[in-house]
């Protein structure tokens, strides 16, 4: 991954990261009453995650790693199996990507109790994600 691609990547997740915090509420409830927030936190944890998914398929295409992944998912696998990430990271990052599917294709499912606890408690894991991929690349 080129430098200028992996700082565009990477600033790109410190955004999201900064904008969720940014309009993070008090708690569930308030997310739930507040259509502008949930919005925000949505598209921002959208973008989180692609940004992720792109920086590992990126790394994965420039060490000519094969079989290239054929999911979004199956490339934070591979990232484990390459021990770039812990399998404990990976399995998170999936579940992340679960989560983004059900945001693009069954918005109206989402549960904010289920948003908001991936708001408070799993941020860090992007930052993590994000840490290794910048001392990888």
Not at 61 to 86: E, G, H
Not at 89 to 101: E, H, P, S, T, Y
Request: charged share 25%.
């Amino acid at each position: 991954m080129s430098k200028e691609v992996r700082s565009q990547k990477l600033d790109s997740i410190a955004r999201c990261l900064l904008r969720i915090e940014a309009h993070m509420p008090a708690s569930a409830l308030k997310l739930a009453q507040n259509a502008d927030c949930q919005d925000i936190l949505i598209l921002n944890l959208e973008r989180l995650i692609q940004t992720s998914v792109d920086c590992a398929s990126v790394l994965i295409a420039d060490r000519n790693w094969v079989p290239m992944p054929d999911s979004m998912a199956s490339a934070f696998a591979m990232l484990a199996t390459k021990k770039i990430i812990s399998d404990a990271l990976a399995d998170r990052l999936v579940k992340a990507v679960g989560f983004r599917n059900l945001c693009i294709h069954e918005y109206d499912k989402i549960n904010w109790e289920i948003v908001y606890a991936i708001v408070t408690k799993h941020l860090d894991e992007f930052r993590q994600f994000a840490g290794l991929i910048d001392r990888e690349a």
